[in-house]
């Protein structure tokens, strides 16, 4: 059982930085597929940042420029730094890993989640 543990939410200050962190137990899948997720009360998930099936990082538009992806594979660790925040950065932070498929990328339903850290924006 593959256990991940998000870290390093908090409450800032619109335009303050944080710097999530989400340690893993184990990798569980041979593939690459870790990222981050967000979901705002009362909203549906989204996608943050996640490192794709072919080890390339991706952002979603609204964190673009802001928020960078990052691991260490000898601590099983995957990071987000999380510049210029701004009060739609509001959320619950989840990380997860998941299987991949070819020509279907990540799986991330079926994939691992944690239970997430809150980012708090105030403006």
């Known amino acids: 059982q593959v256990q991940l543990v998000e870290s390093g939410g908090g409450s800032v200050q619109s335009g303050g930085s944080l710097r999530l962190s989400c340690a893993a137990s184990?990798?569980?899948?041979?593939?690459?597929?870790m990222g981050w997720f967000r979901q705002a009360a009362g909203q549906e998930r989204e996608v943050v940042a996640v490192i794709e099936s072919d080890g390339r990082p991706s952002y979603a538009g609204s964190v673009r420029g802001r928020f960078t992806i990052s691991q260490d594979n000898a601590i099983n660790t995957l990071y987000l730094q999380m510049n210029s925040l701004q009060p739609e950065d509001t959320a619950m932070y989840y990380c997860a890993q998941a299987p991949s498929m070819i020509r279907a990328g990540c799986l991330w339903d079926s994939g691992y989640w944690g239970k997430g850290t809150q980012v708090t924006v105030s403006s």
């Open positions: 184990t990798y569980a899948y041979s593939s690459r597929c």
